[in-house]
T-cell receptor, first 113, second 115 residues
Framework: AQSVTQLGSHVSVSEGALVLLRCNYS??????LFWYVQYPNQGLQLLLK??????LVKGINGFEAEFKKSETSFHLTKPSAHMSDAAEYFC???????????FGKGTRLSVIA | GAVVSQHPSWVICKSGTSVKIECRSL??????MFWYRQFPKQSLMLMATSNEGSKATYEQGVEKDKFLINHASLTLSTLTVTSAHPEDSSFYICSAPGTGHNEQFFGPGTRLTVL
């Protein structure tokens, strides 16, 4: 079975500050890992994904994440927060083929001017 | 890129009525689609796996007689919420896998409100 734990249901940062959203996973097989962003009353937008290639993954909007197998982590970072980054962020884990994703509980990011 | 659409984007219905939500893969075929439910301020929870030409597979705790799933073609899966009640009010999201590394394409979601 696979699972995802997102530490911190709510993170608040100042505009221009570093964004760090934490995600730890559990998987009995090599995982595929994803970060999605969801704005209010909208669907999911893929930020980035890890699929066993480079451990440092760059995504859209300046976000990146690093896969650390030893720590079973896939934390999401962005060097400088923008007001437009305020949203709900979900980490998800999957494996090969036609299998659904397992989502973490989400982290709400607030950006303070 | 691959696109998944959902219709309607939102629906309000009276308690006891049935509501059908469509999920379409617009430019690719999907033998499998997934239906998720997201309650306010919560995460997405898998409800069922829709399989083209065969019965859907439901997650534990999801009533298959209440949430009817039909995957009639390689581009269309429907979720019918039968005899809807206020507790069924939620955001329903479908997804379809692509051909890449467990790539999932998500629909924009359907907001169901049952009065």
């Amino acid at each position: 079975a696979q699972s995802v734990t997102q530490l911190g249901s709510h993170v608040s940062v100042s505009e221009g500050a570093l964004v760090l959203l934490r995600c730890n996973y559990s998987s009995s097989v090599p995982p595929y890992l994803f970060w999605y962003v969801q704005y209010p009353n909208q669907g999911l937008q893929l930020l980035l994904k890890y699929t066993s290639a480079a451990t440092l993954v760059k995504g859209i909007n300046g976000f990146e994440a690093e896969f650390k197998k030893s720590e079973t982590s896939f934390h999401l970072t962005k060097p400088s927060a923008h007001m437009s980054d305020a949203a709900e962020y979900f980490c998800a884990v999957g494996n090969s083929g036609n299998t659904p994703l397992v989502f973490g509980k989400g982290t709400r990011l607030s950006v303070i001017a | 890129g691959a696109v998944v659409s959902q219709h309607p984007s939102w629906v309000i219905c009276k308690s006891g009525t049935s509501v059908k939500i469509e999920c379409r893969s617009l430019d690719f075929q999907a033998t499998t689609m997934f239906w998720y439910r997201q309650f306010p301020k919560q995460s997405l929870m898998l409800m069922a796996t829709s399989n083209e030409g065969s019965k859907a597979t439901y997650e534990q705790g999801v009533e298959k007689d209440k949430f009817l799933i039909n995957h009639a073609s390689l581009t269309l899966s429907t979720l019918t919420v039968t005899s809807a009640h206020p507790e069924d009010s939620s955001f329903y999201i479908c997804s379809a896998p692509g051909t890449g590394h467990n790539e999932q394409f998500f629909g924009p979601g359907t907001r169901l409100t049952v009065l």
